[in-house]
């Protein structure tokens, strides 16, 4: 396992939890890094990613506005700070992360990231 992502857990709904992922030396300062969900019966989706020269974000319609992603190269670590959360943020959180240059849009593409942690399960009471 490369990254291994910590910090799911259970929270009500309005709640806010913070999730972070630490990188394995081989994929430490990866260009860039990002957050999945899978919901139970659901395709993984994509949340957020960040770019490591000029940390450029990007968010899924659904989480923008209420999601952070940051990353500190220094300590290797990815972090994703969830606010007002609903149910509809029940899944297990992955992230990733990928060396790989491409346009934009591309990272909102699983199939382009390289490295996987192992999930988290957040889990939002109505």
């Known amino acids: 396992v490369q990254l291994q992502a910590s910090g799911g857990g259970l929270v009500q709904a309005g709640g806010s939890l913070s999730l972070s992922c630490g990188v394995a030396e081989r994929s430490k300062n990866a260009y860039v890094v990002g957050w999945f969900r899978q919901a139970p019966g659901k395709e993984r989706e994509f949340v957020a990613a960040?770019?490591?020269?000029?940390?450029?974000?990007f968010y899924s319609d659904s989480v923008k506005g209420r999601f952070t992603i940051s990353r500190d190269d220094a300590k290797n670590i990815q972090y994703l700070q969830m606010n007002s959360l609903g149910p509809e943020d029940t899944a297990v959180y992955y992230c990733?992360?990928?060396?790989?240059?491409?346009?934009?849009?591309?990272?909102?593409?699983?199939?382009?990231?390289?490295?996987w942690g192992r999930g988290t399960q957040v889990t939002v009471s109505s």
């Open positions: 960040i770019k490591r020269f000029g940390h450029q974000t």
């Open positions: 990733a992360g990928t060396n790989k240059v491409l346009s934009d849009t591309r990272y909102l593409d699983r199939g382009v990231y390289t490295y």
